[in-house]
């Protein structure tokens, strides 16, 4: 496994410059907002270069502590079966754990044959905790040396737009991942807010920063109700 912090593009094409504290520093540590670096890894459907990987679709990327392990078997299962799901949002899934790369087929060969479904996304394996260590999936009064539960959503342009962190006995929800995505592609799409709970179909919000008359322009007076001058719903 190898990363590269250097040659990222920017969304107009151009390349970034990172700060000079992010370059190459131990403490840099992806955050919302940031573009997620590149990195070659080996997984169980072959060698993976990130950016090839990831040019042009979302993705969905997780940690997980530890091959052959209860709960990682349920997480494993359950994105696998809920895989087209991901894809039918244009979505691509990663995992990553610090388990060798033989560990992961064979751990793939065990959940396939007892749930009943090809884990059809590629496994990483970083036994050294490169990624995942550049990555903070490393939090030793969680555990001194497996990942915790991390999952990243990152856009179309390599930017981080969500990051969960669960601890190591309790599995994370995938149907909250996915409800994350469509709540962020209704964000971008419509340029509104979205409000605690939401689910595709359900009232959304005008943003914070969206002035009435801008909100006018782009709904229609009338298609949206002020409750207080911070919260102000579209009707439709
Ligand atoms: C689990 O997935 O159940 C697990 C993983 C690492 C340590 C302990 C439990």
Known sequence: MSIQFFGTLGRDGTRIRLPGNYRGSSRWTPHIGDVF??????????????????????????SHPAAFTPVCTTEVAEVARCVNAFE??????????????????????????DFGHDIGFPMAADPDGILIRACNMLHPGEHDSQPIRKSFIIDAE???????EYPVQVGRSVEES??????LRESDRRNVAIPCEWRPGDPVLLPAEMRDAEANLRFG???WTRM?????????
Request: net charge positive; aromatic share 12%.
């Open 37 to 62: 670096p590149d990195f070659t890894a080996m997984t169980t459907h072959g060698p993976l270069d990130f950016r090839s990987f990831a040019q042009g679709q979302w993705v969905y990327l997780f």
């Open 221 to 223: 007076s009338g298609s």
């Open 158 to 164: 390599r930017r981080v737009r969500m990051i969960f």
């Open 178 to 183: 996915l409800r994350v995505i469509d709540a």
């Open 88 to 113: 039918r949002r244009g979505v691509k899934v990663l995992s990553i754990s610090r388990d060798t790369l033989e560990q992961l087929e064979n751990w793939s060969n065990e959940i396939s044959d």
């Open 228 to 236: 207080r001058s911070y919260l102000r719903v579209l009707n439709r």
